[in-house]
T-cell receptor, first 112, second 115 residues
Framework: DAKTTQPNSMESNEEEPVHLPCNHS???????IHWYRQLPSQGPEYVIH???SNVNNRMASLAIAEDRKSSTLILHRATLRDAAVYYC?????????????FGTGTRLTIIP | ETGVTQTPRHLVMGMTNKKSLKCEQH?????MYWYKQSAKKPLELMFV???????ENNSVPSRFSPECPNSSHLFLHLHTLQPEDSALYLC??????????????FGQGTRLTVV
C-alpha cells in the first residue's frame, strides 16, 4: 500500500489559516487522497478527498500538487473546535484494496 | 451524528466473559469495518465486510469473532479476552469496496476495558 508522511504535531493560532502537509511520493494513479480528523473521545470524521484537482467544501480545502506526490489540507480560519488529529490517507479505487489504513496523523493544537 | 451507531458506548468485562459489540447503519452502505484503537497508537483495521462477505481479516486473534448478518448490521463477538485487548473499538461504513471516491462514516466507538 502507498504510504503517507505527516508531521507529528502542529500549532496554530485561533482564527488564522492552517496548512497541514502530507507527503505521498509513492502514490499510484488510482489512489484518491482522503483526509479525516479525530476529535478527542470520538470516532474519525471525514473532512475532504480528491484525485487530481483542488477541492473545496464547507469544512476545508484540499490542494494537490501537480505531480500528486504531496497535498495540503487547508483550514481557512481555525477555531478551537478544530483541535484534533488529522489523518491523510490514500484510498485505492481498485476492488479489493479498500483498507482505509490510518497512520499516526498530525495532532493540531489551536492556541486561543 | 454520523449515521453509524455503536452499542454499548462503554463495556467492562472479565477475561472469562463473553460479550458482543453492535454496529448499525442505515446509510445504504454495503461495506462495513471494525477498527481497534489502543492508547497512543494508530487505528488498526481488524475486519472488512463487503455485501455481507468478509473480505479482510487483518491477522486478528480468534477471540474476536465478527458477524455481518446483513449490510446494515455488524457485530464483534468477544470471548476470553486479555487486558491488552482494552481499547476503543470503532465501526465504520462506506459504499461498497472498489469505490475509492467515497468517504467512510465512523461510529462513536465502544470503550472496552478487560479486567
Amino acid at each position: 500500500d502507498a504510504k503517507t508522511t505527516q508531521p507529528n504535531s502542529m500549532e496554530s493560532n485561533e482564527e488564522e489559516p492552517v496548512h497541514l502537509p502530507c507527503n505521498h511520493s509513492t502514490i499510484s494513479g488510482t489512489d484518491y487522497i482522503h483526509w479525516y480528523r479525530q476529535l478527542p473521545s470520538q470516532g474519525p470524521e471525514y473532512v475532504i478527498h480528491g484525485l487530481t484537482s483542488n477541492v473545496n467544501n464547507r469544512m476545508a480545502s484540499l490542494a494537490i500538487a501537480e505531480d500528486r506526490k504531496s497535498s495540503t489540507l487547508i483550514l481557512h480560519r481555525a477555531t478551537l473546535r478544530d483541535a484534533a488529529v488529522y489523518y491523510c490517507i490514500l484510498r485505492d479505487l481498485g476492488f479489493g484494496n479498500e483498507k482505509l489504513t490510518f497512520g499516526t496523523g498530525t495532532r493540531l493544537t489551536i492556541i486561543p | 451524528e454520523t449515521g453509524v451507531t455503536q452499542t454499548p458506548r462503554h463495556l467492562v468485562m472479565g477475561m472469562t466473559n463473553k460479550k458482543s459489540l453492535k454496529c448499525e447503519q442505515h446509510l445504504g452502505h454495503n461495506a462495513m469495518y471494525w477498527y481497534k484503537q489502543s492508547a497512543k497508537k494508530p487505528l488498526e483495521l481488524m475486519f472488512v465486510y463487503n455485501f455481507k462477505e468478509q473480505t479482510e481479516n487483518n491477522s486478528v486473534p480468534s477471540r474476536f469473532s465478527p458477524e455481518c448478518p446483513n449490510s446494515s448490521h455488524l457485530f464483534l463477538h468477544l470471548h476470553t479476552l486479555q487486558p491488552e485487548d482494552s481499547a476503543l473499538y470503532l465501526c465504520a461504513s462506506s459504499q461498497e469496496i472498489g469505490t475509492g471516491n467515497t468517504e467512510a462514516f465512523f461510529g462513536q466507538g465502544t470503550r472496552l476495558t478487560v479486567v
